[in-house]
Structure formats: C-alpha cells, structure tokens
C-alpha cells in the first residue's frame, strides 16, 4: 500500500484559517438569531384583534414570550384587544346570551382602537362567532366576507406596515366532532385562505392545524378534546394556534410540543413566561377600557396609565432576567 505524507506543518495555517471562520459563522449565526427582525422595521405595537379565544389570550402570551427568549435584542409590545361574542360581520343570535345582549360588532369600536393604539403590525382572528353556530347560508357567509374586506380597508387606512389574518380554530362539536358546525368555519377558512393568492393578503392557517390535530388524535383517543366546551382552547390549542402563527412567520417550531417546550432556549425561560402572562391580564382588560365597548360583564380593568407603569415595571424584570 502506498504511503501518503501529509506536510501537516505546511498547511496548519489554513486549517487554523477555516477553524476560525466557522466558529465566526456559528458565533454570527447565534448572534443573527436574536437580532433577525420577525416584523418588518420599526414595528413597535402589535395589535391582536378577535373574539373571547383571543381574549383569553394564551396563544398571545405563547407569541410573545417566544420572541422575548429568541428575539432579545428586540422589543415589542403585544396588545391583546379581543372582546369576547364579537363578530366582524355584525351578526348576532335572536336569544344571544339568553336574550341579555347581542353579540358586540367590531364596527362599533375598531374606529377608537386604531386611533389610540396606532399598531405596527395587526393579528385578525374572527369566523368561529360569525356563522351563529348555525349550518351553512349563504348570507351569513356574505356578511363574513363583507366585514372582513371592510377591515382590511380600515387597517390599511391605518398604515399598519402588515395584516395578518388567522382562520379560525377548530369547533368541535358535542356529537358531530369536526363534521358539524366546522364545516362552516372550513368554508370561511378556505375563502380567506383563497385571498392570499387573488388579493395578496396575508393569512396564517390556524384552522387546518387545530383541525388536524384534533382529528389525529382522536384515532388513538376517541374521547380526546382540545376544547372541553368544543369552541374554547385549552393550553395545548392556544399552543398550537400560537404554532401556526409563529410558523407563518419563519419560525422552525413544527415539532415543538408545547409551549414549555420552545422557550427551553433560556434557561429562566418558564419565570419569563409567568411575567408575561401576568403582564397580558393586566393589559387587555386596561385597553379595552380605554378603548371602549358595549358588552357587559366584562371585568373593569385598570386606568391604562396605571398599567402602563406596572407594564414598564414587570418590563424591567423581564430584561434583568434576559441578563442574568
């Protein structure tokens, strides 16, 4: 066999060259990761519009923390303005809310929120309340559509630099599963999702992810729900509404189970959660009451200056712990 010599001395420089270059490219790689902009330049506010899903705003805290623990150097304020029983399209039951109130229409306030808030960028999520629980008609449909093309006009009116709208979650229905009033909202989704391509719009499938979960896990667990009601999320369905999001926006988190499970990338990554979701209670109920609405028994909420302060005070902590 021959011998081979390699002159090791003679090309020792240019392995240390090539040694040194790739650990500049891991270092600028791990430095990119938190100073990439997931939203476009100066994006400040980020405004989250919906209905009571979006009001419980788990998938908002899921969001936000994310990017808090991925995305350090930057520093975004997350808005969580939804209102439970809205509709975009104005309608309501005879006997919503056992005859109390009608369902509240995002015509009546969104005017004010835009005025006040100024958003960068505007989450969208409407459809599980707009067809009334109700089979599928074609005017009910037509009001859906007309609101939501209403709403873009506005938004657009408003220079936010992006719209993103989310189709909505799965509805899961007592006797029918995913074969009752989800057929509806699959025919909302799909008509949004068919913007993208006609209109340009921008729009992150939280329907089909939550639908196909669901359907999933339900032939290895017949009784397995992600709503114990059949419209509201537990914790894993805002985590997977919050998935499809963060995937819509680049994000590689198609394998992460959970919540939990993403923010494993700071090693205080749960007390930094617990802060935000603390912070996200004390900040929705404050907007909404200087923003304005007409449902009742909504809780009071703070004047939002004084929220604004324990906002900058629970801010503080977060980024102390970001240091640590």
């Excluded at 936000?64 to 975004?76: D, M, V």
């Excluded at 989800?182 to 340009?200: A, F, G, I, P, T």
Aim: positive net charge; aromatic residues 12%; charged residues 25%.
């Amino acid at each position: 066999m021959m011998k081979i010599n390699i002159p090791v001395k003679k090309y020792l420089p240019y392995y240390r060259r090539i040694n040194f270059l790739l650990l500049a490219l891991f270092i600028f790689n791990a430095a990119y990761a938190t100073s990439k902009a997931p939203f476009p330049k100066k994006t400040k506010r980020i405004l989250f519009l919906g209905n009571s899903i979006t009001y419980a705003g788990k998938y908002i805290t899921d969001i936000e923390a994310y990017f808090i623990t991925h995305y350090q150097k930057q520093q975004f304020e997350f808005i969580n303005l939804g209102l439970p029983s809205e509709t975009v399209s104005g309608l309501s039951e005879l006997n919503h809310a056992d005859g109390k109130f009608p369902r509240p229409d995002l015509h009546e306030r969104l005017a004010r929120i835009l005025a006040q808030v100024k958003p960068d960028v505007v989450f969208a999520c409407y459809g599980m309340n707009d067809g009334i629980y109700l089979p599928f008609d074609a005017k009910r449909f037509q009001a859906f559509r007309n609101g939501i093309k209403w709403l873009h006009s506005e938004l657009e009116k408003s220079n936010a630099k992006k719209i993103i709208y989310l189709t909505p979650p799965v509805h899961d229905d007592k006797e029918l599963g995913t074969k009752g009033y989800n057929l509806v909202l699959d025919k909302y989704s799909e008509w949004l999702l068919s913007q993208k391509d006609s209109l340009q719009w921008e729009v992150a499938d939280v329907h089909t992810a939550t639908t196909q979960y669901l359907e999933r896990a339900r032939l290895t667990q017949t009784d397995f729900k992600l709503a114990n009601d059949g419209v509201h999320p537990d914790d894993l369905g805002h985590w997977l509404i919050a998935r499809a999001v963060l995937e819509y926006l680049g994000e590689n988190v198609n394998a992460v189970p959970d919540v939990q499970a993403a923010l494993q990338v700071h090693p205080q990554g749960k007390e930094i959660y617990n802060l935000v979701s603390q912070r996200q209670a004390i900040m929705k109920d404050a907007w909404l009451k200087a923003t304005g609405f007409k449902r009742p028994g909504m809780a009071p909420g703070l004047p939002l200056t004084e929220a604004q302060q324990k906002y900058a005070q629970i801010e503080k902590q977060i980024r102390a712990i970001l240091k640590r």
